[in-house]
């Protein structure tokens, strides 16, 4: 499905009743359809729900979740809140960067993973903490990130 066909944008926005304050929504879905938010389909969105473009970009660049650039199928995301901070994330996070090849707001180059850090996810007990999707990964270290991403390259954990 082309990203500039109109129909299942429409379809998406016509779901929520095209009504402007449901907009994190339509974005939600859209992202979820095609990986990001391209130019067009927020040019379309715009379109349809009568809101200035300016409005709608400002909405789509504040939250961290919306991504106006493709990334990768698998979002992985770590934790940098100070209880992971002070429990090592740092390294972690340099570790997760060396085995992708990528670095913090980057996809790999096959569009696998997609690297983001977070200032929280709410497990600060189990710190540093590393998701991949939406499964959590705690008490992470750089030795468990490499084990981890080998597991689940291999379809053994989150898939």
Do not use: W
Request: net charge negative.
């Amino acid at each position: 499905m082309s990203e500039r066909d109109t129909s299942k944008i429409d379809s998406i926005i016509d779901q929520y009743g095209a009504d402007k304050e449901l907009l994190t929504s339509i974005f939600d879905e859209i992202q979820n359809e095609y990986g990001y938010l391209s130019r067009f389909a927020l040019t379309r969105v715009s379109e349809r729900l009568g809101v200035p473009e300016g409005q709608i970009y400002a909405v789509a660049t504040f939250y961290k979740a919306f991504s106006l650039t493709p990334r990768g199928r698998h979002q992985i995301r770590v934790c940098l809140g100070t209880a992971c901070h002070v429990r090592g994330a740092e390294a972690v996070l340099r570790r997760v960067e060396r085995e992708l090849g990528i670095e913090d707001g980057e996809s790999t180059g096959d569009m696998e993973y997609a690297l983001e850090t977070v200032n929280c996810l709410g497990a600060c007990a189990l710190g540093p903490v590393v998701t991949i999707d939406d499964q959590y990964y705690g008490e992470m270290t750089p030795a468990k990130v490499a084990e981890l991403l080998e597991k689940h390259r291999a379809g053994e954990v989150g898939k």
